[in-house]
């Protein structure tokens, strides 16, 4: 079965959020805004996207 993935771009902003939420994005791979990154679609980083959901645009 092919691993598959989820492409996730941060479309907001990190200034002004809590110190978690930026490690979260910064654990999925995101560095600046418009930054798109493919992740493994995980339980762990489905977890991780949700966390941070309303900064982020997520396509399958």
Do not use: F
């Given at each position: 079965?092919?691993e598959?993935?989820?492409k996730?771009t941060?479309v907001k902003?990190?200034?002004g959020?809590?110190?978690s939420?930026?490690?979260t ?6 560095r600046?805004?418009?930054?798109a990154?493919?992740v493994?679609?995980t339980?762990?980083v ?8 309303y900064l982020l645009?997520?396509?399958?």
């Amino acid at each position: 079965m092919p691993e598959k993935n989820i492409k996730v771009t941060l479309v907001k902003s990190v200034i002004g959020v809590r110190e978690s939420h930026r490690a979260t994005v910064r654990g999925l791979g995101l560095r600046r805004l418009n930054h798109a990154v493919e992740v493994r679609d995980t339980p762990e980083v489905r977890g991780m996207i949700r966390k941070v959901a309303y900064l982020l645009k997520c396509e399958e």
